[in-house]
C-alpha cells in the first residue's frame, strides 16, 4: 500500500514533504544531531527514497536553507504597499517579517542558526538571503530620505550602514521573541519600529545625532598620563 501511494504522488510534492519534515528535525535538533532515519520517518517515506530525492544530508540541508530563504524574502517584500509614507512601509516590512519567523521557528532556527554556524556551503546560502533583504531595506531608508528632503544629503554608504545595523536587529530580535513566551509577532514589530524609527525619523528630519567634538589635547594628555604611571 505505501509503495503504491509513494509512486501516485507527483514527485514535487513528496519532495516538499521532505523538505518539511527535514526543515522540521534540523530546526529542532540541529544539523549535526538530526538524522536521515528521523526525517524519512517524519515524511512517510523510506530513507532510500531521501536520498533518491535530494542525494545527501549536505544537499537536503541546502535545499532546506534555500527554500525558506525564498519564503522569508517574499513575504518581506510582499507585505510592503510602495503607495504608504516611509514610516508605513518599514511598519508593514517588519511586521511581515516578524509573522513569517513567528509561524516559521523551526524554519527561523535553521537560517539565523544552524545555517551560520556549520560554516560552507550553508553560511553562503544565509548571507545571499541576508544581503536581499538589507539592499531592500537600504532603498526603503533611501526612499524616506527623499520623501523628507527631496535631495537629501544621507550619504548611500550611511544608509546601507542603516539598514545593516536594523536588518542585525531584527534578526536577534526575531530569535529572542521565538523563544519568548506570550511575544506576539505585532509586538516584536513595534519593538523594532521604535528602535529603529526614533532614530531614523529625526535623521529623515535633518536632525541626526553626532558623536562630541575630542577636547584638543586629550590624546596627548592620556598619554602623558599613561608615562608617568
Not at 527535514?22 to 529542532?28: D, E, K, L, M
Not at 524616506?144 to 527631496?150: C, G, N, V
Not at 513595534?190 to 567634538?213: C, H, K, V, Y
Request: hydrophobic share 45%.
Amino acid at each position: 500500500m505505501g509503495a503504491v501511494k509513494t509512486k501516485r504522488m507527483p514527485r514535487a510534492v513528496r519532495e516538499q514533504q521532505m523538505l518539511d519534515a527535514a526543515v522540521q528535525i534540523f530546526g529542532q535538533r540541529g544539523y549535526m544531531a538530526a538524522s536521515m532515519d528521523e526525517i524519512a520517518e517524519l515524511a512517510g517515506v523510506s530513507k532510500p527514497l531521501v536520498y533518491l530525492y535530494l542525494n545527501s544530508k549536505e544537499d537536503l540541508f541546502t535545499a532546506c536553507i534555500r527554500r525558506e530563504a525564498k519564503a522569508l524574502v517574499e513575504a518581506v517584500r510582499a507585505g510592503v504597499r510602495p503607495d504608504l509614507p516611509a514610516d508605513r512601509q518599514l511598519w508593514e516590512g517588519l511586521g511581515a517579517f516578524f509573522a513569517h519567523t513567528a509561524r516559521n521557528p523551526d524554519a527561523w532556527s535553521v537560517l539565523h542558526l544552524q545555517a551560520r554556524t556549520h560554516g560552507e556551503p550553508f553560511a553562503s546560502e544565509v548571507a545571499a538571503m541576508r544581503e536581499e533583504i538589507v539592499a531592500f531595506v537600504t532603498q526603503l531608508i533611501l526612499a524616506a530620505a527623499r520623501e523628507a528632503h527631496r535631495d537629501p544629503d544621507l550619504p548611500e554608504r550611511e544608509v546601507a550602514g542603516l539598514a545593516e545595523a536594523l536588518v542585525g536587529a531584527a534578526e536577534s530580535l526575531a530569535a529572542w521573541a521565538n523563544a519568548t513566551p506570550g511575544v506576539t509577532a505585532r509586538q516584536a514589530a513595534a519593538t523594532m519600529m521604535n528602535f529603529a524609527w526614533a532614530g531614523l525619523g529625526d535623521l529623515m528630519a535633518g536632525r541626526p545625532w553626532s558623536p562630541p567634538e575630542e577636547r584638543a589635547g586629550t590624546q596627548a594628555e592620556e598619554q602623558a598620563g599613561t608615562q608617568v604611571g
